[in-house]
């Protein structure tokens, strides 16, 4: 049985998220969000399938959460209703390792027919694929090798998937000037919701 060597993993995951291009497509991305959400007043759709799909939720949670209204829609559940969240305004964030996800693009030619000049942003390892070509900005993820052993469970993609999602969140925090006191009226319980309100009172 081969060793396992658990310090090898870290570095694979880490070098993974200090290679993830970085360059202009990100402050395009970031001024799509704010306008289509904090200028226009529409919503951020975020949908993945998958793995991916259950990055997509937590992306759209948190992006809840620090003033910028979002939600996930199941690529599936579209297909039998879903769909209906979409209105003039908004703009898809869509995650694909593969960029070639059936039930997305299917879910991006779906949405044309309600809002058909709606943008999409597209996070891929594949710059070339169907999602790609469809994205108003694509980010890329760098393609990172999985850790998993098979080379084939998501690990070090879904990893780079969120470092990306919490760069999108924490830029537009930041363009938005997102204070604890905005925080605290989003948290009403729980420890965070205590150190926000926390935080504000020192801030006033």
């Keep these: 049985m081969n060793e396992i060597n658990i ?12 290679n993830i291009p970085f360059g202009a497509v990100y402050e395009t991305a970031i001024e799509l969000i704010v306008k289509h959400v904090h ?16 990055i997509a939720m937590n992306i759209a949670t948190t992006f ?17 209703g879903d769909l209906g969240i979409i209105r003039k305004h908004d703009l898809m964030l869509l995650i694909s390792n593969s960029g ?5 693009v299917e879910l991006v030619q779906l949405a044309r027919v309600l809002v058909e000049d709606m943008p999409y942003i597209v ?10 070509r469809e ?14 052993p098979l080379g084939l469970t998501p690990t070090t993609s879904t990893t780079v998937m969120t470092v990306i999602g919490d760069l999108l969140v924490v830029s537009v925090m930041q363009r938005i000037g997102f204070t604890s006191s905005d925080y605290a009226k989003r948290h009403h319980g729980g420890y965070l919701g205590s150190k926000s309100r926390e935080q504000s009172k020192n801030e006033q």
């Design 64 to 80: 809840s959460s620090t003033g910028t209204p979002a939600c996930f829609l199941h690529p599936s559940e579209a297909q039998h």
């Design 135 to 148: 994205a108003a900005v694509c980010l890329l993820t760098g393609a990172p090798k999985e850790v998993c």
């Design 100 to 104: 070639k996800t059936r039930e997305l």
């Design 39 to 54: 200028r226009l007043g529409g919503t951020l759709v975020i949908s993945g399938m998958g793995k991916a799909g259950q």
């Design 123 to 132: 996070i891929t390892a594949n710059p070339d694929s169907p999602l790609a």
């Design 7 to 18: 310090k090898s993993i870290l570095e694979q995951e880490a070098d993974a998220v200090r």
